[in-house]
């Protein structure tokens, strides 16, 4: 893959604890764009460009799962009033 922004599918997943384990639990599902920097630091390799969705709140410890597999949520930044950045590391 290039380095650059590639259009794709994700579903944005909590995970909820309960007596019987870890279970999914899809928030939102949407188109995203995967951005791969050349500058590639410990902290995150990837991140997602995605817009915000009202009264849905995207933070740190969420799953993203998309057809390249599953990321952990590192930390999200507020790129303006209508989309996140949510750099990943690989589930």
């Not at 019987?20 to 995150?44: C, F, K, N, W």
């Not at 949520?73 to 690989?90: F, G, N, P, Q, S």
């Amino acid at each position: 893959m290039s380095i650059g922004r590639v259009k794709t599918f994700i579903d944005v997943i909590e995970l909820l604890k309960s007596g019987q384990g870890v279970t999914d639990h899809i928030v939102a599902s949407m188109g995203a764009y995967r951005v791969e920097p050349r500058t590639l630091t410990e902290e995150a390799r990837t991140a997602f460009h995605l817009r915000q969705i009202p009264e849905v709140e995207i933070k740190e410890n969420m799953v993203l799962v998309c057809d390249t597999g599953r990321y952990k949520i590192t930390r999200v930044k507020r790129k303006d009033d209508m989309y996140l950045e949510a750099l990943v590391e690989k589930d």
